[in-house]
């Protein structure tokens, strides 16, 4: 959520317009809500885990195993102030460019890489808005 009194944060900050459904790659479950994600170009409208170097496009929200019908389906939120976890002795500061690592984290992308941005880091996590 976000917060005033200690500070600004926009950790948290919601955009209901902006939660969107998607495909979602094999071995998604719901663990991995809350985690980056970026397109896969393995099928249309299909996200999967964010990789090393991926383009972040948004935080995975809800995942829907639909094993009748044969579909993994899940939300995306394609803008917010999200909190993700950064790889570990990354050196991703305020204001670097953030792109997807191993394990579902994120971490320090080349400059002008994606529109992802590191606006707080601390305690292994970074908040992240799109610019």
């Known amino acids: 959520m976000s917060a005033i009194g ?7 900050i919601n955009h209901e317009h902006f939660h969107y459904p998607f495909n ?14 970026a397109l896969d ?5 299909k996200v999967k885990i964010a990789g090393d170097g991926d383009e972040v496009i948004g ?9 009748i019908e044969g579909l993994l389906v ?8 999200w909190r993700f976890d950064i790889l570990a002795a990354d050196t991703l500061a305020v204001g ?11 971490k320090k992308g ?3 890489t994606g529109r992802l941005r590191a606006v707080e880091v ?4 970074a908040v992240c808005i799109k610019v």
């Open 110 to 112: 080349a400059a002008g």
């Open 6 to 12: 200690v500070g600004v944060s926009l950790r948290g």
């Open 122 to 125: 601390a305690n292994g996590q």
């Open 24 to 37: 979602l790659a094999a071995g998604i479950t719901t663990n991995d809500a809350g985690k980056p994600v």
């Open 96 to 106: 670097d460019a953030v792109v997807g690592a191993a394990g579902g984290k994120v």
């Open 74 to 81: 899940g939300t995306v939120e394609l803008f917010g102030g």
């Open 41 to 45: 170009a393995s099928g249309a409208n």
């Open 59 to 67: 935080q995975l929200v809800v995942v829907e195993n639909r094993t």
